[in-house]
């Protein structure tokens, strides 16, 4: 029993050591190192000159939903899948109409207790004007294939 109080004690004296140390740290650290004020996030600006574009498509009561940004003059693709899937679209556009558009796209998609993973490269043309880009694509994409093509219609851009 003498033990058994004897540690006790000892970890109450450290318990209100301990206490004291941030009670006395609590009181002099204002002073010492005021608190920060975090800097508001700005808002993102909306890139001038870059499309975006959005649609879907549903397969056997799924839905893969995409979202793309397009350079108009030309450059860097950048994109994502969400819903049934979600990964990144990545690409490069030339900027002509009808211009080149090569890229990639990775996916995993979850579907009831499955999961597939979409990887395919593409390449097409864009035409923007038309509102319309026509893609190639090859890769591995579960329940279509290995390859194909197809066409998306947009809401033409001036």
Not at 32 to 55: D, E, Q, Y
Not at 110 to 124: E, G, H
Not at 149 to 155: G, K
Request: aromatic share 10%.
């Amino acid at each position: 029993m003498i033990k058994f109080t004897i540690v006790n004690n000892f970890l109450l004296g450290i318990k209100n050591l301990t206490l004291g140390i941030v009670a006395a740290l609590s009181v002099t650290t204002p002073t010492i190192f005021p608190k920060a004020t975090p800097a508001p996030t700005p808002l993102p600006t909306p890139a001038k000159n870059v499309v975006v574009r959005t649609g879907e498509y549903s397969y056997q009561g799924h839905t893969l939903k995409y979202t793309l940004r397009i350079p108009k003059n030309g450059g860097p693709i950048t994109g994502d899948f969400s819903d049934a899937c979600e990964g990144p679209i990545t690409g490069t556009f030339d900027g002509q109409e009808g211009g080149n558009v090569t890229g990639k796209a990775e996916a995993n998609c979850k579907v009831v207790l499955f999961n597939y993973n979409l990887k395919a490269t593409y390449n097409a043309k864009l035409y923007l004007k038309q509102g319309k880009v026509d893609i190639n694509w090859e890769g591995k994409i579960p329940y279509v294939g290995d390859k194909g093509s197809f066409t998306i219609n947009f809401e033409p851009v001036n």
